[in-house]
């Protein structure tokens, strides 16, 4: 909180004690932290808080709200990176914004997921607006899709409460593209974000025994691996009684002996990242020295437990290493470290995972209303996020892109405060590009 000035006189927030957490670590710069978990507790009579993983307090487990928090008012941060990628200034979109936490979801060990009970965001709301906050920012949402009106969507209620007193709520859209009728948070009180691409990508160089180079993606920062034989596990002919497979998700399957000493292509037509880790864990365990995974573009990028080299191409760059590999006896393929390149803004688009319209409820009410970059986001985390480096992590989702335009409303209140919350929305829908 270096530079902040006191803390606003009309703010009636306050900082609760519990698990790993006390009154002491909030400053002026956060200046609220709550939970809400009777709600859950009560809908969840399974699960156990003395051996739960989650903190029974304030304090984050998982960093999701830590990274989303950061993006919308992180302070500056200078020559950050995920182990030299996207290296530079890491801030918030409001930088000198203050911050107050309102924790409503929890880690449920037994169905091994998070779950936010609505009674629990209910209530976070109304104590936001009791507090005096300026801006609710909420990366969650609800499936299946609710009415405005139905009791199980908290947030389209709190949300209403909040803008009738002047508080602008700035909701996620959520992670079901690209199919349309996907979109959530459809009250027409709410801005309801969707995600875009940035205009940066982490090329990995890959240069095939023909001296072909093939520029896949990846968050590959471990040493450079040398010319390795490359294989595509193809049926190994009718004197053979192994079962191979050429997909992703079931490279399991094939012999060790295809894969050992290898680095391996194979194709996935799954949209989620955990074809590339799974394809990753079950080549490694294998003796496999790295995997390259062909597929359609979805816009998530992670990098592999261990530092494993994995790459992602696109159908058409593994249909080429596939007939390179082919051609010749004995193919070849060098893996080169990721690096950062920086291209024009106006390359950026909606990225794949990012729900879409139309409006299933109401069609007449445009949703979303608003994109902003949520993919490969770099911000903070907690200690317990796996692929983090110095308490930095990118992310991807809608989630990441809500807290940019929370940021940009937080940046517009200091030089409007008599703006109304549908004054905001149309300022930023009317001049976006």
Not at 258 to 272: D, M, N, R, Y
Not at 357 to 370: E, T
Request: hydrophobic share 40%; glycine share 10%.
């Amino acid at each position: 909180d270096n530079g902040m000035g006191p803390v606003p006189s009309h703010w009636k927030g306050r900082c609760e004690s519990g698990e790993n957490f006390n009154s002491s670590h909030c400053n002026r710069k956060l200046i609220g932290a709550k939970y809400f978990i009777d709600a859950f507790l009560a809908e969840n009579e399974s699960f156990n808080a003395t051996k739960s993983l989650d903190f029974i307090s304030p304090r984050a487990y998982s960093g999701h709200g830590t990274h989303v928090a950061t993006i919308a008012g992180g302070s500056y941060v200078p020559n950050t990176s995920y182990k030299g990628l996207a290296r530079g200034t890491v801030r918030g979109g409001a930088p000198r914004a203050r911050i107050a936490v309102y924790k409503t979801c929890w880690y449920h060990d037994g169905l091994e997921a998070y779950i936010c009970s609505s009674a629990d965001v209910l209530k976070a709301m109304d104590e936001a607006i009791h507090d005096g906050v300026d801006i609710m920012s909420l990366s969650l949402g609800y499936e299946p899709l609710f009415q405005e009106t139905d009791v199980r969507d908290g947030i389209s209620t709190g949300a209403f409460h909040a803008v009738l007193n002047g508080i602008t709520v700035v909701c996620a859209a959520g992670n079901a593209g690209p199919a349309a009728y996907t979109v959530g948070n459809l009250a027409p009180w709410i801005i309801t974000v969707a995600a875009t691409s940035l205009d940066r990508s982490f090329a990995t160089p890959m240069t095939l025994g023909n001296s072909k180079v093939i520029l896949g993606q990846a968050m590959y920062t471990g040493p450079e691996l040398g010319f390795t034989s490359l294989v595509f596990p193809e049926n190994l002919g009718s004197s053979s009684n192994e079962v191979i497979s050429t997909t992703c998700e079931l490279t399991l399957i094939n012999p060790n002996l295809t894969i050992a000493g290898k680095v391996v292509l194979c194709f996935t037509a799954s949209p989620f990242d955990t074809a590339v880790s799974s394809a990753a864990s079950y080549v490694k365990r294998a003796g496999g020295l790295g995997v390259i995974v062909a597929r359609h573009p979805v816009n998530i990028l992670r990098p592999c437990l261990d530092d494993f080299p994995c790459v992602v191409v696109d159908y058409e760059l593994g249909t080429d290493i596939l007939l390179y590999i082919r051609s010749t006896e004995s193919p070849v393929v060098k893996i080169q470290a990721s690096r950062t390149l920086i291209g024009e803004p106006v390359g950026t688009k909606v990225a794949a995972f990012s729900s879409r319209g139309p409006n299933p409820i109401s069609a007449a009410i445009l949703k979303p209303d608003i994109a902003a970059p949520g993919v490969s986001i770099l911000a903070a985390t907690t200690p317990n996020a796996t692929f983090s480096d110095r308490g930095f992590i990118f992310l991807s989702g809608t989630s990441m892109a809500t807290p940019t335009i929370s940021g940009v409303i937080a940046l517009l209140k200091t030089l409007h405060r008599d703006w109304s919350p549908a004054a905001f929305r149309s300022a930023i829908v009317t001049t976006a590009w």
